[in-house]
């Protein structure tokens, strides 16, 4: 069985932490949102895909930016939409 390796992760070092704590997209329409994504590409946030508007996923079809971490306390991982692969993260990486 081949295991998936996603090279469109940065290096833990390199990973941005979140400057936005709010999916300004849902802000601005006056929605909610119940988890947050950061892209890593250019870090914005953006809403999950178990909130109403999806955002994180929208922003990857306009952009095609690979890499989604979560911005949830205590939430240490990433998401790769172009390998469709889950990545953990240390545990001493905080983007938060």
């Not at 929605?31 to 955002?55: A, F, I, M």
Request: aromatic letters at 6%; glycine letters at 4%.
């Amino acid at each position: 069985m081949e295991t998936k390796t996603c090279q469109h992760l940065p290096a833990p070092e390199n990973l941005k932490p979140a400057t936005s704590h709010v999916c300004a997209q849902c802000v601005a329409m006056g929605s909610t949102w119940v988890h947050l994504r950061l892209c890593q590409t250019c870090g914005q946030t953006h809403c999950c895909d178990s909130s109403p508007n999806k955002h994180a996923t929208k922003h990857y079809l306009e952009t095609k930016h690979p890499v989604i971490t979560s911005v949830q306390p205590g939430e240490s991982w990433a998401w790769c939409y172009e390998d469709q692969l889950f990545m953990p993260l240390p545990d001493s990486v905080s983007k938060v």
